[in-house]
């Protein structure tokens, strides 16, 4: 009678993790001290063993498993942390902390360490310290594991010690900060002030999310000051002669179509409410670098007035000049811009209460005549919550830090883009 022939090690080693992920340790157990006998100096197996040998109380052994598995592969995380968890259980908080400090060194990322090291700094007393851990282990922790119901008490421990230490925190920053702030411009301590909002957990470190065109190395900034522009005035000056071009518009039942109209066979995603629906209208003078004559016609007024604006001009892309109606009760969904080479600009005309703009965190209520520069390649929104129309021109100009050369490379870049998709291929409102 032939006896079956053994398994090569790696198909051990395979079937060894695969129970080990299927919650069967026991089986495990005995396919690892089986590699093990084959290569002693397996980390994998050393590291695992240790680890089952820990979970059954077995310290002494389990210290060896694991000081092997260091010996043999000294860069491995978790042996460090199986190993602060012994340290722990025996008492010895101080290697315990030394040993979890190697685990973050090692994989600084990994959020089972941060969760040790901050119990490890509680059971001390070292409440700040164990906030910072606190935050880093929901930094990193997935948004799978969060939902698990037996980590539910771990998370709202973390989130409530982070919530402590940071109000903690603010009230340091403001007992040694504030006064400095005092007496200065609001604008001379604006990016300070939302350092220190941040900091405390008021408010979040925003970012731009270009979707077709990033321009790295320029400052993700929700809400240009238009007092920056010496163009502003002349176009603000415009306000009267525009808002009458408007209302002639309305008054003659113009021509306003759905600004969302995606093509036939493409996913409508998340605007897919306004999809082809007038609830949010636009009337344009220009879209896609290309001027509606019969459109731009009726309102020159408007036109001169943009025109004395940096505007892109990007051959088939851009300029991009209308009027934005927003229905009453209609919400345009938060969504990111194609990209952050311009600044897109609203000059408001017909603003009813209850009708805003927020980019990022922050929230802009238009003022009749007032223009608003926003980068939208930061993640933005509009609604209209009132029983009247709400009416925006929008139009975009260049992004103030780009150079004339860099102008020149974004038109040749967007040029490329659509030259290798096709010059209908959805590039966003470049």
Not at 132 to 147: D, K, Q
Not at 265 to 280: E, H, I, M, S
Request: aromatic share 6%; hydrophobic share 40%.
């Amino acid at each position: 009678m032939n006896s079956r022939p053994p398994l090569p090690l790696a198909n051990l080693v395979a079937e060894a993790e695969s129970l080990t992920r299927a919650g069967r340790p026991q089986e495990a157990h005995g396919l690892w001290e089986r590699i093990l006998a084959i290569d002693p100096a397996h980390a994998t197996a050393l590291n695992q063993l240790g680890a089952l040998t820990l979970a059954h109380g077995d310290l002494d052994l389990a210290e060896s498993y694991l000081e092997r598995a260091v010996a043999v592969s000294p860069r491995t995380a978790t042996t460090h942390a199986s190993l602060s968890r012994l340290h722990a259980i025996r008492g010895d908080r101080e290697r315990a902390l030394a040993s979890i400090d190697v685990a973050i060194q090692i994989d600084p990322t990994a959020w089972v360490p941060h969760v040790q090291k901050a119990r490890l700094l509680e059971e001390t007393g070292q409440l700040r310290s164990a906030g910072l851990h606190w935050g880093s282990a929901l930094n990193y922790m997935p948004e799978a594991v969060r939902r698990q119901q037996h980590m539910e008490q771990t998370v709202l421990h973390a989130q409530a010690a982070v919530r402590r230490n940071q109000e903690e925190l603010a009230s340091h920053l403001e007992d040694g900060i504030g006064p400095m702030l005092q007496g200065h411009d609001r604008r001379e301590v604006e990016r300070m002030r939302h350092s220190l909002d941040i900091l405390a957990g008021r408010r979040s470190f925003v970012t731009a999310k270009p979707l077709t065109l990033p321009i790295p190395r320029l400052p993700a900034i929700p809400f240009f000051h238009r007092e920056d522009f010496d163009w502003v005035p002349e176009v603000e000056a415009a306000f009267p002669d525009i808002l009458g071009e408007l209302h002639a518009l309305l008054d003659q039942d113009a021509g306003f179509e759905p600004y969302v109209q995606t093509p036939e066979g493409q996913p409508k995603g998340q605007f897919a409410p306004l999809d082809r629906n007038v609830d949010w209208g636009a009337y344009f003078l220009w879209k896609h670098g290309r001027r509606i004559d019969a459109q731009a016609d009726r309102c020159p007024l408007t036109e001169a007035a943009i025109g004395r604006a940096p505007q892109m001009k990007v051959p088939g892309r851009a300029p991009v000049i209308f009027f934005s109606a927003l229905k009453p009760g209609v919400h345009i969904p938060p969504h990111n811009g194609a990209t952050n080479a311009r600044l897109t600009v609203h000059l408001p005309l017909i603003i009813p209460p209850d009708c805003a703009l927020r980019v990022g965190e922050e929230t802009h209520v238009w003022e009749p005549g007032r223009l608003v520069l926003f980068d939208d390649t930061i993640r933005h929104e509009a609604w209209n919550s009132s029983d009247r129309l709400r009416v925006v021109l929008i139009f975009d100009v260049w992004h103030p830090m780009l150079t004339a050369l860099e102008r020149e490379l974004v038109v040749a870049m967007t040029g490329s883009l659509m030259s290798f998709y096709g010059a209908n291929a959805d590039l966003g409102e470049l």
